[in-house]
């Protein structure tokens, strides 16, 4: 599966921005997807993944409360929605998609775990 972030860019420090990733095949209603970031000199970090169905999701601690993930599966779709944005949250966002387990009902916060890959959304909070 072929994946397409969008939706970066500039925002202010406490503003909101909401990233969007399009899928290529109707198979992305079976799969579960994250999202992933990766800042400047810093290794790659998991930020939120979903379920194929949305009932199941996760976040890292350091989004909690602020971020949200969501998905149409009519339009082969994941979200992204950053709000309460800090500094720390620069970075490329990348979405994923969970092609080695299909209907899975967990989700997964391994990038290790993930098949396929966008080519990534740049995300910069400014003070």
């Known amino acids: 599966v072929q994946l397409q972030a969008s939706g970066g860019g500039l925002v202010q420090a406490g503003g909101s921005l909401r990233l969007s990733c399009a899928a290529s095949t109707r198979a992305f209603a079976s799969y579960g997807m994250g999202w992933f970031r990766q800042a400047p000199g810093k290794e790659r970090e998991f930020v939120a993944t979903i379920n194929w169905s949305g009932a199941s999701k996760d976040y890292a601690d350091s989004v909690k409360g602020r971020f949200t993930i969501s998905r149409d599966n009519a339009k082969n779709m994941v979200y992204l929605q950053m709000n309460v944005v800090k500094l720390d949250d620069t970075a490329v966002y990348y979405c994923?998609?969970?092609?080695?387990?299909?209907?899975?009902?967990?989700?997964?916060?391994?990038?290790?775990?993930?098949?396929?890959w966008g080519q990534g959304t740049l995300v910069t909070v400014s003070s």
């Open positions: 994923a998609a969970d092609t080695r387990r299909p209907w899975a009902t967990a989700v997964v916060t391994t990038g290790d775990a993930f098949g396929s």
